[in-house]
């Protein structure tokens, strides 16, 4: 889990994960999810907002997918939201 948020017009609580992709043939980073860590990020979501009752009760666990050109550069980013 990269980032922990409140999402301001709906007041949510957002778990972000960040994945970062070099252009290497190894997929993108939307792609890069596994169901393992998919699993994990909800789990850690669940126990945050068990161990955080004051904190708003919606919760939606997001992807924030960069991908990088060879020279570095990014050729994609994108914020996908309750990737989970």
């Known amino acids: 889990m990269d980032l922990i948020a409140l999402e301001p017009t709906t007041e949510a609580l957002m778990f972000v994960e960040v ?6 043939g190894t997929g993108s980073a939307v792609e890069s ?10 789990a850690l979501a669940e126990v945050h907002a068990a161990e ?14 960069i991908d990088l050109g060879s020279d570095g550069s990014i050729t994609s980013l994108e914020h996908v939201r309750n990737a989970v």
């Open 33 to 42: 999810l596994s169901a393992r860590t998919q699993a994990r990020l909800v």
């Open 19 to 24: 994945k970062l992709r070099k252009s290497c």
């Open 52 to 65: 955080h009752p004051e904190l708003p009760v919606d919760l939606s666990v997001d992807l924030v997918a």
